[in-house]
């Protein structure tokens, strides 16, 4: 694969690259049978308020009231929220490669993510996000959501990089496609030997004997 420019920044996903999915449909087909609740009609109401709750437009307690506590439960909502937040833990070698590969080159990192807000800030906290990522192009936080391209031109914007220096790292192909229509070079991440294989082809060489702290679980 040809390198061209040499690479400076890495726009990288969360959910699914650097940790698993936060609330997607295993983790809410696990909350619905762990608390005996109705998957369709629950399915239904999160289909009809994700994007809002997404873009910050309605507050966990919304989305919460929506769909889960619109009639009374047998447990509370501080039990689902702590089910909910239980269902991410990290991808342990993709922190490690993209921490490596930032210290080696002096990448700048920046996240594009779809997530809601409460969500996003344990994820950010819980795994030490900030510890080496520069910015946090979240859609709670600037009300875009992927597959709208605007998120992407603002991540540019933020990270004031030639769209030919920065490599994209998401596993869903649309929002690759998307990147790559402004000159980003893209990765569909599917496993991290790939990844860091496809890494290699750009010229970023991962030091092995780069050191990282391991991440804390609670």
């Known amino acids: 694969m ?10 990288v ?23 005996k609740l109705n998957w369709t009609e629950m399915e239904e109401r999160h289909e009809l308020n994700f994007e809002t709750h997404e ?56 996240v594009v993510s779809n997530e809601s807000r409460e969500l996003n800030a344990h994820r950010i906290r819980k795994f030490k996000l900030d510890g080496f990522v520069d910015a946090f192009i979240s859609s709670c936080f600037v009300r875009l959501r992927k597959p709208d391209a605007d998120i992407f031109k603002l991540a540019l914007d933020i990270a004031q990089r030639p769209a030919q220096q920065i490599v994209y790292i998401e596993n869903t192909p649309l929002f690759v496609q998307i990147a790559e229509s402004f000159g980003i070079r893209g990765i569909l991440h599917t496993d991290y030997k790939t990844t860091h294989a496809k ?15 391991p991440i804390e679980r609670a």
Not at 2 to 11: N, Q, V
Not at 13 to 35: P, Y
Not at 65 to 87: E, H, I, L, S
């Open 55 to 110: 873009e910050d437009k309605t507050t966990f307690k919304d989305y919460l009231d929506r769909v889960v506590f619109y009639q009374k439960r047998a447990f509370t909502r501080a039990a689902f929220r702590r089910f909910m937040f239980a269902q991410s833990t990290p991808c342990t070698e993709m922190i490690a490669l993209v921490r490596n590969l930032k210290a080696k080159y002096g990448l700048k990192i920046i």
């Open 2 to 11: 040809k390198k061209g420019a040499p690479i400076s920044a890495l726009f």
């Open 199 to 213: 890494l290699a082809a750009f010229g970023l060489q991962n030091d092995e004997s780069v050191s990282v702290k």
């Open 13 to 35: 996903d969360i959910g699914g690259v650097l940790l698993t999915d936060g609330w997607d449909h295993q983790a809410r087909r696990r909350a619905a049978k762990h608390f």
